[in-house]
C-alpha cells in the first residue's frame, strides 16, 4: 500500500469513528430530552404525551439505531482495509451490517411488546432470525476466513471436493472453479472450510507435431 493510500485509509478510519460517536451521543441526547420532555416537563402545562412515547422511541431508535449501525461496520471496513484487501474489509462489513439490523429489529421488537411480552416477542423474533441466517451467516463467516487465510487464489489450478479446475473469483459465499472441459463450479464457502484443498501444477500443452 502506497503512503498516500495509507493515509486515505487512516483518514477514513477517522472519519469512521467520529461518525459513530456522533450518532451515538445524538441518540443519547434526543432520547435523554424526549424523555424529560414527554414524563416531565410537557405534564406541567397540562400536555401528556406518555401514550405516544413508544412510538416516538421505537421512531427514534430505528431511525439512529439503523445509523450507528451502519457507522459501526463502516468503522470495522475502514480499520480492515489498513490490514487486508478491500474485499476482504468490505465482507467483514456487510457481515456486521446484517447481523447489527437483526439485533436492531430484535430490540424494537422488545420495545413494541413491552415488559416481559417484549423480551418474549424479541426472543422469539431473534431465535427466528437466527434460524433463517444460519446458513447465510455460516457461508458468509466461512467465506471470510477464506479470503483472510486466502489457501488458494484466482488463477490457481485446484482441486476442490473432487472438481479440478482453474478459480476464477473467490468471493465471500462462493468460490467459482473453471474446470478443463468449460464446466463451472460454483462451490459454497461453508464446503469448503473442513475439507482438503488441493494446489496442483497446471496440465501442460501437449507439444505441437513437427
Do not use: C, H, W
Not at 8 to 23: F, H, M, T, V
Not at 58 to 81: D, N, P, R
Request: proline content about 4%; aromatic content about 12%; overall charge positive.
Amino acid at each position: 500500500m502506497s503512503s498516500s493510500n495509507s493515509d486515505n485509509s487512516r483518514r477514513g478510519y477517522i472519519d469512521a469513528i467520529s461518525r459513530l460517536i456522533i450518532y451515538i451521543v445524538i441518540f443519547i441526547l434526543i432520547s435523554a430530552g424526549l424523555t424529560y420532555l414527554i414524563n416531565y416537563f410537557l405534564p406541567r402545562y397540562g400536555i401528556f404525551l406518555a401514550t405516544y412515547y413508544i412510538y416516538i422511541n421505537v421512531s427514534l431508535t430505528l431511525i439512529l439505531g439503523y445509523l450507528i449501525v451502519k457507522a459501526f461496520s463502516e468503522v470495522i471496513y475502514q480499520f480492515l482495509k489498513l490490514k487486508y484487501p478491500e474485499d476482504v474489509a468490505r465482507a467483514f462489513r456487510n457481515v456486521f451490517l446484517v447481523i447489527g439490523v437483526g439485533a436492531l429489529i430484535t430490540v424494537i421488537a422488545g420495545e413494541v411488546g413491552g415488559g416481559l411480552a417484549g423480551v418474549s416477542v424479541g426472543g422469539f423474533l431473534g431465535i427466528v432470525i437466527g434460524f433463517a441466517m444460519q446458513q447465510p451467516l455460516g457461508q458468509a463467516i466461512a467465506g471470510l476466513f477464506i479470503l483472510v487465510a486466502r489457501p488458494f487464489k484466482i488463477n490457481d489450478y485446484v482441486t476442490i471436493l473432487g472438481d479440478t479446475g482453474t478459480v476464477r473469483d473467490v468471493g465471500i459465499l462462493f468460490t467459482e472453479v473453471l474446470k478443463d472441459d468449460g464446466t463451472k463450479v460454483v462451490i459454497p464457502s461453508n464446503l469448503i472450510i473442513g475439507n482438503k484443498v488441493y494446489i496442483v501444477p497446471k496440465p501442460q500443452a501437449p507439444p505441437k507435431a513437427s
